[in-house]
């Protein structure tokens, strides 16, 4: 008995799937890094040029502070298949004008039919369940991760280093 016991826990442990590896363990903490754009403008005003090169790319700017601002794009790669991008830009002031930091998160939705039947209940009678289906359709939430690609937050900066001329003199 105690070989089967200890065969049917090796056969359940390789039932199950493996966990993936913490995302923390893959954390470099560099200082070289894409989420960062220096420039000698002050930083509520790259602030201000970062809002119009969101603008400038259909991004609905949601949130926006002197040193902060929040915009989001809606995108349909496939039929029942959406995605969010969010991006955040930050910007602080330094002693030779401004750093802004940026962030964007990517939230997949997919959308997932679910069957309903319909059920009558009549006192003193009892209960019937009737045939009637009902499909509802809703978008569910699949995944959501930070965008970590370095090309795509150097296409966002040079689109504000392009803008920075916009500023009043």
């Not at 059920?119 to 939430?141: E, N, R, T």
């Not at 959501?144 to 795509?152: K, M």
Request: charged content about 15%; proline content about 8%.
């Amino acid at each position: 008995t105690a070989v089967l016991v200890t065969l049917a826990v090796v056969l359940a442990g390789a039932c199950a799937s493996p966990k993936p590896a913490p995302a923390w363990r893959a954390e470099a903490f560099s200082e070289e890094s894409p989420f960062e754009y220096r420039t000698p403008v002050a930083a509520g005003d790259l602030c201000a040029v970062g809002q119009r090169a969101l603008l400038s790319q259909g991004y609905q700017v949601e949130a926006t502070q002197p040193q902060a601002v929040r915009g989001r794009k809606f995108f349909q790669p496939a039929p029942g298949h959406h995605m969010e991008l969010n991006i955040s830009l930050v910007c602080l002031p330094t002693p030779a004008g401004a750093v802004l930091y940026a962030n964007a998160l990517q939230t997949r939705y997919e959308l997932k039919t679910s069957t309903t039947s319909a059920g009558v209940s009549v006192a003193g009678m009892g209960s019937i369940s009737l045939p009637w289906m009902s499909d509802k359709d809703s978008l569910v939430k699949v995944g959501e991760e930070t965008v970590a690609d370095p090309e795509f937050y150097s296409r966002l900066f040079a689109l504000i280093s392009a803008m920075e001329h916009m500023l009043p003199e």
